[in-house]
């Protein structure tokens, strides 16, 4: 079955440590994000990738970092610099997130859930 | 700049009442649209979608309408059920943007 995946599903961190979450999909989507969402809220974007070797940015950047070394792989590391990190994070992919047509949905993974202690 | 914005919860309503979501958006351009759901400690499911005005995308009983006049994008289902209590998304995507931008979300809890 294709889609998306997410590991863990529930991740405990002690202050001062960084993390990575895992996002893996074999949808063969060009396009992979990053969201984090916090209780009762929206989600906010904190990067993405259209492209192999390169992402960009998102809205809330400061004290994350990512990689997309591969086309269905694209990791998100929780530094020690984000001050407030227990959140509930989310993946997603698209096809072309530039055609403007059908392709530009995007699909998501199940979450992880990290918890700072 | 581009916005959506989608009336607040919680959404209470009873067992097979008629369901309304508003939601309206602002785009220089020609959008997509979308409704998203979530279900408690889950990710976000794409529930529908239209991709140009007057499109009506649906899905599970669900429907909502692309009014380019209005620029709206309402959600409604004709008789809900307990299973559709979760948190419901407005989104629009621009082909510009490469990315999509969310509503804060409108939470719904049907009771029996």
């Known amino acids: 079955d294709g889609g998306i995946t997410q590991s863990p599903k529930y991740l405990f961190r002690k202050e001062g440590q960084n993390v990575t979450l895992s996002c893996e999909q074999n949808?063969?989507?060009?396009?992979m994000y990053w969201y984090r969402q916090d209780p009762g809220q929206g989600l906010r974007l904190i990067y993405y990738s259209q492209i192999v070797n390169d992402f960009q940015k998102g809205d809330i950047a400061e004290g994350y970092s990512v990689s997309r070394e591969k086309k269905e792989s694209f990791p998100l590391t929780v530094t020690s610099a984000q001050k407030n990190p227990t959140a509930f994070y989310l993946c997603?992919?698209?096809?072309?997130?530039?055609?403007?047509?059908?392709?530009?949905?995007?699909?998501f993974g199940p979450g992880t859930r990290l918890t700072v202690l | 700049g581009n916005s959506v914005t989608q009336m607040e919860g919680p959404v209470t309503l009873s067992e097979e009442a008629f369901l309304t979501i508003n939601c309206t958006y602002t785009a220089t351009g020609y959008p997509s649209l979308f409704w998203y759901v979530q279900y408690p400690g889950e990710g976000l499911q794409l529930l529908l979608k239209a991709t140009k005005a007057d499109d009506k995308g649906s899905n599970k009983g669900f429907e909502a309408t692309y009014r380019k006049e209005t620029t709206s994008f309402h959600l409604e289902k004709g008789s809900v059920q307990v299973s559709d209590s979760a948190v419901y998304f407005c989104?629009?995507?621009?082909?510009?943007?490469?990315?999509?931008?969310f509503g804060s979300g409108t939470r719904l809890s049907i009771r029996p």
């Open positions: 989104a629009l995507s621009l082909s510009s943007a490469s990315k999509i931008i």
């Open positions: 949808l063969n989507h060009d396009a």
């Open positions: 997603a992919s698209s096809m072309d997130p530039t055609s403007g047509g059908p392709t530009d949905t995007q699909y």
